[in-house]
């Protein structure tokens, strides 16, 4: 039996001397400061109707898929979904994912060789970390949002080059220069890959699709889990793309498929969020009021993520424990999930925050910086 757990108990042990250890907690009550509902569907009374209305009609959407894609997973309602995705988004080709980690492993640990290049902003996604180690790929930096250092580095590479990008940046809430970008990536023969993650829901379909550029970016990943309230992903491509990633993707090859529900789940979802365009109307006002009470923050005004930059973690704690125990539930981000002295508390606001919650969550935040 193993029995060398040493590193293991050091490892936990200094997290908890730094008081950075990670533990699973409970959803408190409060008011939502944290969640990336940002539309509030995954709360929404309609929504959940129309998806138990969904299953009564035909309950067989519960069970189990029993099999992988190419297998026994691969359904009418997953392909019906899939094509209906690619239409909306104008894209030869949609193929769906358990989750947006599962989609960005599948499609970086897929495409770039061994041989090849993957261009990467510095503060992307720790998903596509992981996958690049998958593919054996070479892996370099570019400052982030800088589009003078991108091409620096691009004008040096040589053989198969990839550009990976989010269009709204998870942890600072700022957007990428997505034209210029998609420019570059033209002019040296890259491919562009944009997770849109974020984007998707509150930017209506993302940016990609908002700037018309579908036939400027190789692939584009879009989330469920988020302003959809679902799960799941889509990496939405060309048909050799799609093709070539149903052979040679481990993950979406050796990955029993998600049952019909969840599929149903983001097709019906595709059509509440087009019923419903006043939320985001009203997401948008919530927004332009958080930033109305002159908080310091690098986030987009856009934005619904508001990052407030707190590097001393002692007052990060305070602060963040402060607000719980006014009702407002926020999340402080703590070294390693970003550089450490760029801890932050990262504010979500949503479509149901009313005002008077908004500004009383930025009145303890004014009094701590």
Sequence with gaps: ????????????????????????????????????????????????????????????????????????????????????????????????????????????????????????DEKIHRSIHDACKMSNCRKLKFKHNDCDHLESILKRQKGKIYIAIESLYSMDGDIAPLPEIAELAE???????????????????????????????????????????????????????????????????????????????IFKGYHFFNENRKLSTQLFENIKIFRNQNIKTPSHENSPIQAIMIPDNEQLRRLKNTLSDNGFLAYAIFSPTVKEGTERLRICLHSFNKTEEIIGLTKVIKDFT
Excluded: C
């Excluded at 029995?3 to 008011?31: M, P, S, Y």
């Excluded at 009418?76 to 947006?100: C, D, M, R």
């Excluded at 579908?214 to 959809?228: E, I, N, S």
């Design 187 to 265: 002019r040296y023969n890259a491919g562009l890959i944009v997770d849109e993650a974020h984007a998707f829901g509150v930017f209506r379909y993302g940016f990609v699709d908002q700037l018309e550029l579908q036939r400027k970016v190789l692939a584009t990943v879009v989330t469920y889990g988020k302003a959809l309230g679902t799960h799941g992903a889509a990496i939405l491509t060309n048909n050799l793309m799609k093709h070539y990633l149903v052979n040679f993707s481990s993950p979406f090859i050796y990955t029993t498929s998600s049952h019909d529900f969840l599929w149903m789940s």
């Design 1 to 120: 039996m193993f029995k060398d757990f040493l590193q293991f108990e050091a490892a936990l042990e200094n997290r908890k001397q730094n008081r950075t250890l990670r533990t699973l907690e409970t959803r408190k009550d409060g008011v939502d400061f944290y969640s990336n509902d940002y539309l509030g569907f995954a709360r929404n009374n309609e929504f959940q109707n129309l998806l138990l209305k969904t299953v009564q009609e035909n309950p067989r959407l519960l069970t189990g898929s029993t099999g992988s894609r190419l297998i026994s997973g691969n359904t009418e309602t997953v392909t019906k979904t899939e094509n209906f995705i690619a239409k909306v988004h104008q894209y030869e080709s949609a193929l769906l994912f358990p989750s947006g980690y599962n989609a960005n492993l599948a499609l970086f640990s897929a495409l770039p060789g061994r041989h090849d290049t993957i261009i990467i």
